[in-house]
């Protein structure tokens, strides 16, 4: 591995011994880390990661792969590992771009790049993946694979499960090569057990991911809808007719009036786009509007005729235009959420995320009650009530996403509190048939309710092929909390 | 179960001991069946499904799980049972169609329903599954999703693992319900593990599957290219562009060239559409042509958009319009290739089909190489040429299928020709860099090479969820010769 490629400083240990979760924060913040690992290890190729994974079976080490670091679910969780030594591995050495095929829209991308990274260097080409979640400008291509994330732009783009070509796994058992070619009829597709399995089976290395032409033409469109369920109905129209939207985002009322709100409130600092003006001029805006922001990415030639289907889908459910200027407002902040988070942190103020999906059907009541579960546990543990808003951005056919936003004031046990916020949504959500996590991840945060979602036979499965890769159990990450 | 529904009759028990593929046909026409079932059992619904695995399980009897038995593959493989009593599971009366919604956009639909029956229920609400094989006449919705086929229409509709929600089977550990809603990020996603299992875990028996608005416009547009290479390049950049076709089907020089000739030469049938005549009219039509059909399934909103940016794509690899004739002749025939087979056979000449897929910067190689190791197959067990031809019918941003067709005249030894022709076909695919299978399945007939698609560690892993599912080996499947 090279003397050079093990790190023992506290320091490094302590900042790769957390992730991004709510809980992370407050022992960040705290000093309280459950575990420190025991070393940071940075192997220079894939080679060395092959040779620890061989070493760790060996002698008995805990392996924690990380890269960005991002994930907001516990998947670095020094808590759950046992008393076995534990060495995170950092891939930031694996950051080779392998080979970018315009021919067969296609790149070999090693796991520690960093999508920022990638997007650039896909970009000299006019190649774009499409993959833009909110820790974009820190997240790295392997972390979005293993925990299968959805960025902004799924809709047009896909998920990472989506963009999965074919992966390359450094396993206890040996070097895990998934199928060439994933449209296929040989028996089921194994490489889909890659994107979601969060280090479970072993260490991504490299994978092959489909890219896209970058766009012509990429133009946001905003609406104000009249109510949180008329826009749902519109949001489902839009997903089940196929036209081709990169982004659907629509905000609950009061996630409209809160970000609304807050736009007013910062003037002075960039001339802010104040739709509620805009929109007021038409006489006509509800008083409780729901914001719906759509995107186009494409060639210029498909704009006219998608604008035009999806307009007269949005009238339908009475959509009045706001123009470009929310859309270019939420584009500009887009990957800014978590430093607002870090920032009100610092102030007492508590924010935390949830997100799930499920059926069109089952989303209103969704809303409703998971809205509800976390205004109490909030009123239960701070005495006050805080705010609980919602958005829909990612839909497919038969369901879309819900993403809620908690801002809470800390009570004086924030991670008791925290704790049971935590529960009483996913609680909430999995009673109303929603699934734990859309793209966020299982982590050692929603492991106590895969049981739920995957059932005892399917968790079986999950641990028959645990036991294929990694019998003796190398890698600790927080899902396998789940098993 | 009840005694009328074990059907003991030695006819029954023929007619369900073989599938359809041409190794099946050759043992029907002779009557050298390898083994026949000892019983053919009709459950009469899911609970006697789940009774009748159980029993297995306790009684050590082999279960093959039947509905269309239309697969091609060797999935009902009685040379492949050991000694064990060997029970064919006719899942015919699991014929319910439990609940269409419209709002999800989604069904419960039972294992043994038939496709036409499936579309004709959908198509009393103005909704279609877009699943239509060759086999559509009669094949099953269970049988489609084991083998996770791909219909005509995959470039728009998806291919049954695109369409599969949720899953629900009958395994010898009990009852597997896959996970509610499959976009998500709660660990691997499990349920797509059934899609292409074959029956290696358990019997089918309810599926939830994404339904979409059956189209306002279908139409059919013919393309001359002026080569096969020049069509697989239009092909491809069709398939990249993301224009919303809902089939591209291009054949070689040589198919387009056999089902001309064939059309002329069944003149006085039907008005047989001559595309070459109207192409020749234009006198610009390449001396070899590779035709493409080009189909939209949608709104009419999309019909002019969709096809103004195909032309202008196919415009510039040199391609030349053919109007509607030829579209709507392969429409009026897509269905009718298994009766030609059968026909053939019966005047002593044998129709294979071999059908794969890879990127397309590996596809005029696998198409060249491919074809010559069918040709000198042919040449070496029949001392005749024969004819071989492909065409490629489903596109993804990556790569392409390609779907070979061989018309040669029987040898003494049909099964030993048959036995070889297959060998140096999947050989040829497998060093070429295709995949084994495309959409017919894995069978005891592509079982030798499944090894080189998923790899040692692939294998060992589907074994290990083969033991989860179904420990003692109740489930008796061609596929299960690859583990």
New interface residues.
Partial sequence: LGEDNVNEDPLRRAQLSLGQSYGDQLARRSGRIARLCDAVVVPADQDAVVALVELAQTHGLRLTPVSGATNVVGAIDGAGVDAKPWIVVDLSSLNAIRNI?E????ASVEAGVMLAELERRLGERSLTLGHFPQSFARASLGGSIM????GQASDGYG?M?DML?AAKLA?P?????????R????????G???????G?FGILVEADI?V??APEIVEDRAFALPSFAAGLEAM?ALA???V?LSMKRLSDERETDFYGQLRLRRKGLDAPPQFERVAARLLRVPPRPALLIASYE??R??LR?TF??AHRILAHAGAIGLGAAPGRSWRRDRFTAPIWREGLLAHGAGVETFET?????ELPALHATVTTAISNAIAETAGAHGVVFAHVS?S????A?LYFTALFPQSDDPVGQWRLIKKRAADAIVAA??????????GAD?AP??QA???G??L??????K???DPQGVMATG?EL?L
Same sequence: chains 1, 2.
């Avoid at 449209?183 to 597709?189: D, E, F, L, M």
């Avoid at 889909?192 to 969060?198: C, D, H, I």
């Avoid at 048939?433 to 299982?442: E, I, P, R, Y």
Wanted: aromatic share 8%; glycine share 16%; no cysteine.
């Fill in positions: 095929s021919r067969d829209l296609a925990a299968n994330g959805a998920r499960s070509i396993t058992r040996g070097l895990w090569r998934t199928e060439r070619f449209h296929a009829a040989a028996g089921p597709w194994l889909g057990l890659v994107a979601g399995s969060e479970l489909r896209t032409h489902r089940q007719s196929g081709g494409g060639p030639a498909r005729t035009s289907e999906a499920a059926r069109w059907s990612h497919y056919p038969e369901g996403s048939g929603g699934t734990v996590s859309h793209h966020h991840g299982l929603h309710w895969a979602e995957k059932g036979l399917g079986s499965a999950l641990r028959a092929l036991g294929a890769f899902a789940a």
